[in-house]
């Protein structure tokens, strides 16, 4: 009995852990940038919208090029026999019944030209889909160094403030012993409220920081967000040369190969506008009722392009489009290739800092509070001494903090005019 009682609780126990166990797998993200990019990926409407819009401008390609749907005229001829009967519309009793099938035909290349243009602007639309999730998984990637930098920064802030509790129970027992003035556990104090209100701050940040990230996650505003774990490595120097990155904006940039598919559509415009300097063409075949005898006719139709005032003016309106399709290709490409420039400075510049501040400026500062801290314990420093080489330490490593962010953003921002990760 008691094992069957047993196997019972054992049951509901497991039945109950079920759903915590289903609750604890779902991951909150945040943990690492990859997650909110995935997330991202999935969610985002602003991103949905631009694939679906690329989709449909992809089935625009046939239509492009097809014929139109051929038309069918039917004409009762003589309906009342030259007055000889009521009016009718059967075919094998009014006087003759013309039936024209007609198929309209453009000029020669000007299906194929059509096509070529929907192509284009299909894959100009893929490219403004690409530059939307470049963009956007920049945001992110910069989102989530920010919420970083705030993490560890409230992190140094909170180690900091424990640290002035420590040194105002040193200043403490100094002025209790005679050996201090009261003005130095005075300082200590208002340090830590200094301290408490930069929490505050750092939190409001923290807080307005996830709301964005959210809002680009498609998530409720308030929606928890893991605490960032780690950053992404940085590429090493020698991939983030600017001639070999150059040569990769050139190639894969979405905003340069938008600009592209829309340069080659004005081209394939412009072609298209020369070709109405020509007819088109309806052809129809034409039979002929007469009681139960059939005729059959053949027929042929063209317009006449004697509008040539009109077509010329379409013809410098598709060149003058051209020009400024290529005029926006060049400026995007130059706008690009300055902001690469731009970048990679910026990281280099990231990534140096990083490096002086943790082999050097971190080491000094922690030694010399140290130095400042057994001082005065034994009197030898004031107390506004010891407290400066406090805060060159948090000074440090929030500069070190800052570099590293600094450093994935700029990386973010390369990432996005390559269209691709480094």
Known sequence: MQYVLRTGACAVLLAIGAPVAALASEAIPGGSVDSLLALAKENNPEYAGMRYEADAAYERIAPAGALADPRLRVEPMDI?????QNPTLLPSRVGSTWYTLMQDVPWFGKRELKRDIAALDAEGAKGSALGNWADLSSRIKSGYAQFYYLQLSARLTQEILDLMARLEQVAQVRYAAGLAVQQDVIRAQVEQ????NELIALENERRIVQVRLNALLSRPANAPLAP?????PLP???RLEYAALEERVRERNPQLFTAGAKLKAAEKTRELT?????PDFIFGVAPIQTGNAVQWGLMVELNIPLQQTSRRAQEREAGAMLSAARARRDAAENQVLSELGEYLSGLDAARRTETLTTTSLLPQAELTFKSALASYENGKVDFATLLEAQRQIRQTRQIQIKARAEGQARLADIERLLGEDL
């Open 80 to 84: 009342t026999r030259g007055g000889t």
């Open 274 to 278: 020369y070709k109405n300097r020509y």
């Open 236 to 238: 090493p120097a020698v």
């Open 193 to 196: 409220s200094s301290m408490r």
């Open 228 to 232: 960032p774990e780690l950053l992404r």
